[in-house]
């Protein structure tokens, strides 16, 4: 029986594990993410020692940007992220050769999405996003059958939406974008608002309501972009199960009657729902990765 | 030698025409949309007499929304659009049971869209974005190597963007949502904001700096959602050739170098494009609809 290996790269930290699926995680392991060569370095040892001969393929879902391209000569690669030692870090490419098995690769958040799409929230669908609140702001997900790359690959977190200055004089925390989607409602963007982590606020805070509207203006523009059949939405903030039904009630208001599909008017309870892996999406879905990397499918969803 | 019929269903005119492709139009035919029976009736007077015998298919690029599930109950119909006597109409059905020949139906964009990848701008591509700028915004487009549909299909024309009062009080003319990306940037938003018609103001006009704004907002989003590999742009209002090195300058300042793609960075003029088949996109389009139904495809890309 062959096992696969999983990667949850993360900013913060890493998550690795051995198995097949959700209900078969062998060994699993996280740390934080230290100096590249050290981090994959624990990666690569924890793989080889509770893979052993059984491990088949690893799966990496990183974060990025990265290069998901299989046919790119920078594949599998960390490209300009501004984490200090990680930009141009040959991710997956350090694990193959490591370990002589075949490596998939994609961003962390299409890894989620994937993990869902097989055992989740997103099962038996073929247009769905998955976006991640926490850190940052983060989305991928599938059109047409398979995970979204394109140009390069999604980065739902930098749309623009629209701030009312005169209500949130905060002026947004992206160091690109300032105010865009992740500068006004991403974790840090609460923090730098209120001066206290989003944690430590209660669920009558002013912070809710108004993250709340940002993550419904975020998701009505996802959902007229894309037509989702289901958006998966995970991440830190989402811990907050309060927001859940007053984003749903936003994005129907603010969609205004004019998408007449009984999914959004009549069960958006079930149209904006949180990850049934919850903050296991990602490995599990690294696991995925793996599973059709060594069934010779170098790209995950392709 | 098969012929396939196309018909441009748009919600002014509609243009019908008979051939196998941008070179080879044997007829071609334009009136315009007045009420259902009568419009549909001569499109398929039109498609009748030029196809004759060889009409092996046809296929409807329509205004909508639509239906264009073809596992539906009500696909090929025209749904919930607020013209005048058009809900709930159904399209396909009439021309498939006037003239014997499967149908193949898609939303305008997604026509123009499948034309512009078959012989125009987005030849080879997998994943791009068909913007139509004009009476209204539409938005269409392939993911993955075929037309998104998902939950029902894009509506790009609707989703929020940034909107600065003070520099613009215009308060936006859609009817659903006020002053999302259509409501603000569309042919009648101009027109509602300058009284006058974007055609017959001067290139010089404030009217087109900030039109110009409006879009780079607009497919700034669409971008960061989609990672689409090109975005071509058509519609009235693109007509203003003046517009498109703006709009590229400033969806690049937007970016704000986070997307470190070379398409972005160094070919902006090849990525951001007018219709390689102009006007006609949404015509010829509907034939390689009709083309891919007559193949048993019977949605488009499917």
Not at 57 to 75: E, K, L, M, Y
Not at 266 to 283: E, F, M, Q
Request: proline letters at 8%.
């Amino acid at each position: 029986m062959p096992l696969w290996g999983g990667i949850e790269a993360g900013g913060t930290k890493f998550v690795c594990a051995v198995g097949t699926g959700p209900e078969d995680v062998r060994a699993e392991a996280r740390f934080p993410t230290t100096a590249p060569e050290e981090t994959i370095g624990r990666a690569i040892e924890f793989l080889r020692r509770e893979g052993g001969d059984a491990l088949a393929a690893v799966g990496i879902g990183s974060f990025g940007p990265v290069d998901p391209n299989p046919a790119s000569p920078t594949f599998g690669t960390i490209t300009t992220t501004p984490k200090p030692g990680w930009a141009h870090t040959d991710l997956a490419g350090a694990v193959r050769r490591a370990l002589g098995v075949p490596v998939g690769f994609d961003t962390d958040v299409n890894a989620a999405a994937l993990g869902e799409h097989r055992w989740g929230a997103a099962q038996g669908l073929d247009t769905f996003v998955y976006l991640t609140v926490g850190t940052g702001i983060g989305g991928g997900g599938m059109a047409n059958g398979r995970l979204m790359h394109g140009l390069v690959h999604p980065e739902m977190g930098h749309i623009r939406i629209p701030h009312d200055r005169a209500k949130d004089p905060y002026p947004g925390c992206c160091p690109y974008h300032g105010d865009c989607f992740e500068g006004l409602a991403s974790g840090p963007a609460i923090e730098g608002r209120w001066q206290a982590r989003g944690e430590t606020l209660p669920a009558d805070h002013p912070a809710w309501p108004l993250e709340a509207e940002y993550l419904a203006l975020g998701l009505a523009s996802l959902i007229c972009t894309l037509s989702p059949q289901r958006l998966v939405v995970g991440g830190g903030i989402m811990q907050q199960a309060h927001l859940f039904p007053v984003v749903r009630r936003r994005v129907q208001e603010l969609l205004g009657g004019y998408l007449q599909a009984p999914a959004i008017l009549d069960a958006i309870d079930a149209y904006i729902v949180p990850p049934a892996l919850g903050s296991r999406a990602g490995v599990l879905g690294a696991i995925a990765l793996a599973q059709q990397a060594s069934e010779g499918l170098h790209r995950a969803g392709r």
